[in-house]
């Protein structure tokens, strides 16, 4: 069975800081769904339509990722 870690909270609450600390350390290799840095390759973190966007895609990722056991 396949194991998923989330991590949620607030901007700023060191979602990002937990990961880089727990997996990257341990050599981790998987799948990574950020909505923050999927913004920033588009536009501006102000941009709450780009957030939205960003959001739904991220909710598409993990429902194919469950789906297809990745």
């Known amino acids: 069975m396949k194991r998923y870690t989330l991590f949620a909270g607030v901007n700023g609450a060191g ?3 937990i990961y880089k600390s727990v997996f990257f350390n341990e050599n981790y290799i998987g799948k990574r769904i950020n ?3 999927m913004v920033a390759r588009i536009g501006s973190w102000q941009d709450n339509n780009l957030q939205i966007k960003a959001g739904r895609e991220a909710v598409k990722m ?3 990722y469950i789906k297809n056991y990745i």
């Open 62 to 64: 993990i429902d194919y």
């Open 15 to 17: 979602k990002t800081s």
């Open 35 to 37: 909505t923050d840095e």
